[in-house]
């Protein structure tokens, strides 16, 4: 059996290691944010770069995706996910995290009794791109 830390990094949102503390009590989690903390190849990263105000380009992602596989990035960051090609998968997963941003937005927004509907718009905007891009 391989120790989780030493095992190689999936490339997709997982529990950041930083978030989990081993202390004397324990172990527990911190500050354990699942839409943004992620390890692996840094493939959320290169799909960040483009924003989420235009339409996804596959295209444009997968030539950042093989120049930074030529700089000496893990290969691995170019393999399809479910039968999804990486750059696909990870727009949409992008999309998605950015909804649950503008969501937090109206949650927090909620309890001080206003709601920007910009962010509704948003969040339901992110969410149906992201459903075109992963829903194949």
Do not use: F, K
Not at 9 to 24: K, L, Q, R, V, Y
Not at 26 to 50: C, E, Q
Request: charged content about 20%; some cysteine; hydrophobic content about 45%.
């Amino acid at each position: 059996m391989v120790d989780a830390r030493e095992a190689r990094p999936p490339g997709s949102p997982d529990p950041n290691p930083s978030a989990i503390h081993i202390g004397p009590a324990g172990r527990h989690l911190v500050d354990l944010d699942l839409a943004l903390a992620h390890t692996g190849p840094g493939l959320l990263d290169l799909a960040s770069w483009y924003g989420t105000r235009d339409a996804p380009s596959q295209h444009s992602l997968e030539r950042l995706i093989n120049g930074y596989i030529a700089c000496g990035g893990d290969p691995a960051t170019n393999t399809d996910r479910g039968r999804v090609p990486a750059a696909v998968w990870a727009l949409g997963w992008h999309r998605v995290a950015s909804a649950v941003w503008h969501l937090v937005q109206v949650v927090r927004d909620a309890a001080r009794d206003r709601v920007d509907p910009a962010d509704l718009r948003a969040a339901r905007r992110q969410l149906a791109t992201a459903a075109i891009l992963l829903v194949r």
